[in-house]
């Protein structure tokens, strides 16, 4: 068994036909997509569709958000307001094949800087799900801003 085995609270399923140009949804039906490969790709960049790296940017915002909201509450501090903003992009790698690479920009209002920072990094370090899956595997850059 692995050291970083989970007791899994909730599963999310979702099924993909067709792959960057194709259709992905989640079996409860809470997201239900239409994919397509980016202009910029190579691809027909069709209108309202989108791509897998909007959906894994405004999961991991989210995922952060929460995990940062659960830190603070933890320090009783309060971090109402704040926007997580990620940037992920998608490119060839060095070693071949294609990568990810993220950029985190977190805006706590209520706190100054050096407290937002504190919070911001121990929920990266330490709680968000998503930055324990990547760390080490893509290129992150993390931007704190405080009021």
Partial sequence: MSA?????????????TGGRNGHSETTDHSVSVNLSVRK??????LPNTTT??????AGYAACFGGALEFVASQHKKDVSGTVVTCETAVGPREGGG???AVKMHVKVPNLDKAEAET???ETHEKVCPYSHA??????FDLVVEGK
């Fill in 134 to 139: 990547t760390r080490g595997n893509i290129d």
């Fill in 40 to 45: 910029e790709m190579g691809g027909p960049g």
């Fill in 4 to 16: 970083h085995t989970i007791k899994p609270l909730v599963t999310a399923v979702a099924h993909n």
């Fill in 119 to 121: 919070l911001v990094h």
């Fill in 98 to 100: 294609f990568g990810i």
């Fill in 52 to 57: 897998p790296e909007h959906l894994f940017a």
